[in-house]
């Protein structure tokens, strides 16, 4: 019973991390007010290429590893890609 007890502790734990992990972008898109499906893949490219076009964004005050996470969410969500995200949803 016990071993039972701490699996299921563990498995739960286990998907609220991953779950965690996997909105954490979204959530950064959600609070800098970018949507990703408004731009084309190669416009986010220029936007993250460009100091300016960060800062205005506010992109430029995230750490290295929220800046690829949400480079990467705003590529794969883009207009022109295969998922991309449409305002709203």
């Known amino acids: ?3 039972s007890k701490a699996l ?3 498995f739960a734990l286990s998907v609220s991390t991953l ?3 996997a909105s954490a972008p979204q959530e950064l898109a959600k609070k800098l007010h970018l949507i990703a499906g408004k731009k084309a ?3 986010w490219e220029r936007v993250f290429k460009s100091n300016r076009k ?3 964004y506010g992109i430029d005050k995230l750490s290295k590893e929220e800046k690829e996470s949400l ?3 705003l590529l794969d969500h883009a207009a022109d890609s295969d998922h991309p995200t449409v305002a709203g949803m």
Do not use: A, C, E
Request: overall charge positive; charged content about 20%; glycine content about 0%.
């Open 71 to 73: 480079k990467n969410y």
């Open 1 to 3: 019973m016990r071993i």
């Open 8 to 10: 299921l502790f563990f």
């Open 54 to 56: 960060m800062k205005k």
């Open 41 to 43: 893949i190669i416009q």
């Open 19 to 21: 779950t965690l992990y």
